[in-house]
């Protein structure tokens, strides 16, 4: 009898997770009222992007 190893979806989730973190910044970036603000929307939604894609990876 063959076992099969459990699957997760833990890619899934994460991507999810950061996906939505991601558009969170992006709106930061479009609402914030300095250019400092906008600067952090920026580089939160491009960290949080790059995470999305690398845990989709990560648990293929």
């Known amino acids: 009898m063959a076992h099969d ?3 997760t979806d ?3 989730g994460f ?3 950061f996906s939505i ?3 969170v910044g992006g709106i930061a970036m479009l ?3 300095g250019q ?3 600067a952090w929307g920026f580089a939160a939604a491009i960290v ?3 995470v999305a894609v ?3 990876q990560a648990y293929a």
């Open 21 to 23: 973190l991601a558009a």
């Open 54 to 56: 690398a845990a989709v």
């Open 48 to 50: 949080a992007a790059i």
């Open 36 to 38: 400092l603000g906008k």
């Open 5 to 7: 190893a459990p699957t």
């Open 31 to 33: 609402l914030a009222p």
């Open 15 to 17: 991507g999810v997770l």
């Open 10 to 12: 833990k890619g899934v």
